[in-house]
């Protein structure tokens, strides 16, 4: 996935909570420890499955294949702003599939177990969209007897018609009668499993709030959580995209097995022509930077093409091979390969050798400065980039993302112990060795910035909350009274630099939308200026 977080490892550090609590949980229920199970479970799955009820829903299931033997996570990805686990379950006697879902407190919000392996074909996807509007209409119709007809066995144990009615009345008593509803989030988690996100408008009170759904190969609704109504989907290209005014190029950065796909958007036209190279966010990026429906590279990259400026944009190191040693230093992860796709975009013959920028997102932003400095480029744009250190960032993160306050204190102790280099440099953190934070941390990035005499751009989203204002600020101060650098703050933008609205959170990057319109035209700007 994508990189979510300023720093190295964006996801990982909700990662690693959503893998420690599926293993807790699975080993609970391994030991027939329910009570110990239901101590992993969000509020609402506690009131809906005690320990009493799990314990049956786990026999039932069960009786047939003996004991659990052993357990592993296959399939990790996110949806609608939770994390999701699918896990194979190994018995005495046959396999179950068992999807977990982690909240962004670290809790467990919903719990099915399918047998089999089988993925989510058209046929399912169709049947999905089939059974979420016919709950739907029964659900406006008043007609919670037939809603339930669409829950599996699970869902109708722990929300019985009355009880279901209850939750509904309590969660709409506001805002009015239903009247109508869009589908605008569809992904296909595994184990079979399609899910949904349904934007819900009431009476005068339109996308008052979203439903995200589970639904099974046979149709069946296995879970129904209350979420924030999430931004409508938009058009798969975007307005300021025009795919006849560029070709496209697949090249490689490196050579022989280190080599790294890239896609080069060249201008049609009379060149050579301004060029760019992008420079990913932390986690292991592929060359669109895709984050869960988003494709934020190719946007740019397309965006600025049909703009007519060159832009080679490439696979990232730890992508394509992530169990590289070298990718946990900085140089290894990052600045090395970036400074080779811009000797690479140099020696094309479409592209001006003497107006090659850098374009850094996130941690590529905050190290765009010495990236330009060692491969000698033109300027630097720098969306969002991070102003303090990577493991006091992770803490900012996780306490705004609601993660336990038990697991954020934890966290908060061991990334001090990171800043005062008490740890050992193999330690892991978020899943990096602690060297690599040493790394990062002993490189003075805005001091590259101040000595490089390159015109810079720094852009920020004001509704971005992975870096935010402080973050900029050390960069405003940091290059005060230095000529040729820009700072501008966007209304409405996210991390991603997508417009949004309300508290921004991870729900909105599950809905397809696109870079804004201003950010390209700032971009072809100053590029081309």
Excluded at 26 to 52: C, D, I, Y
Excluded at 254 to 279: E, K, M, N, Q, S
Excluded at 314 to 333: A, I, L, Q, S
Aim: net charge negative.
């Amino acid at each position: 996935m994508a990189a979510l977080l300023c720093g190295v490892f964006a996801g990982v550090a909700r990662a690693d909570i959503a893998d420690q609590r599926t293993t807790e949980l699975l080993t609970a229920l391994q030991a027939g420890n329910f009570a110990g199970a239901e101590t992993h479970f969000s509020a609402n799955m506690q009131a809906g499955l005690p320990p009493k009820k799990l314990e049956a829903v786990w026999r039932q299931l069960t009786g047939q294949v003996g004991p659990l033997k052993s357990f592993e996570i296959s399939e990790r990805t996110s949806t609608g702003g939770a994390d999701v686990r699918i896990a194979e379950l190994k018995f005495e006697h046959g396999n179950l599939i068992a999807q977990i879902v982690v909240n962004s407190s670290g809790q467990v919000s919903g719990l099915f177990f399918k047998p089999g392996e089988e993925a989510a074909s058209p046929d399912v996807q169709r049947l999905a969209d089939e059974h979420v509007n016919q709950m739907l209409e029964a659900i406006r119709d008043a007609h919670f007897d037939s809603a339930e007809d669409h829950f599996d066995d699970a869902m109708k144990s722990a929300f019985p018609p009355k009880a279901l009615k209850d939750a509904w009345k309590q969660r709409t008593a506001s805002l009015g009668s239903l009247k109508s509803w869009r589908i605008v989030g569809r992904s296909n988690v595994g184990g079979g499993i399609a899910m949904r996100i349904v934007n819900l408008d009431f009476a005068g009170t339109p996308k008052a709030f979203a439903l995200r759904l589970g639904i099974d190969a046979s149709g069946d609704i296995g879970g129904l959580y209350f979420i924030e109504a999430v931004a409508e989907p938009v058009s798969s290209v975007a307005p300021y995209i025009d795919p006849a005014s560029f070709t496209s190029r697949e090249l490689k950065v490196g050579r022989g097995d280190d080599a790294l796909g890239a896609t080069l958007t060249i201008p049609i036209g009379a060149g050579p022509f301004p060029g760019a190279v992008l420079v990913h966010g932390s986690g292991p990026n592929d060359r669109n930077e895709d984050l869960l429906a988003n494709h934020p590279f190719k946007d740019i990259a397309e965006g600025l093409s049909s703009h007519g400026i060159a832009v080679l944009r490439y696979d990232k190191r730890t992508y394509v091979h992530p169990g590289e040693k070298r990718v946990f230093t900085v140089d290894g992860e990052v600045i090395d390969d970036a400074v080779a796709a811009i000797a690479l975009i140099r020696h094309r013959p479409e592209v001006n050798r003497d107006k090659i920028f850098v374009i850094g997102h996130s941690l590529g932003a905050g190290l765009a400065p010495e990236i330009a400095t060692r491969a000698h480029a033109d300027g630097v744009v720098m969306l969002a980039p991070p102003g303090i250190p990577l493991p006091l960032t992770v803490v900012r993160q996780d306490r705004y993302l609601e993660i336990s306050p038990a697991k954020v204190a934890e966290t908060e102790r061991t990334a001090h112990l990171i800043m005062a280099k008490s740890l050992p440099p193999d330690a892991r953190f978020r899943g990096a060795p602690a060297s690599y934070y040493y790394d990062l941390d002993s490189r003075n990035e805005v001091g590259f910035a101040r000595k490089l005499d390159r015109p810079i751009l720094i852009l920020h989203g004001e509704r971005d909350y992975q870096v935010v204002e402080d973050d900029i600020d050390v960069w405003r101060k940091g290059l005060v009274g230095r000529p040729n650098v820009t700072i501008e703050e966007l209304a409405r933008l996210n991390h991603l630099f997508i417009v949004g609205e309300g508290r921004p959170g991870l729900d909105e990057y599950s809905i397809p939308n696109h870079v804004a319109p201003e950010v390209i035209a700032r971009m072809a700007k100053f590029i081309k200026s």
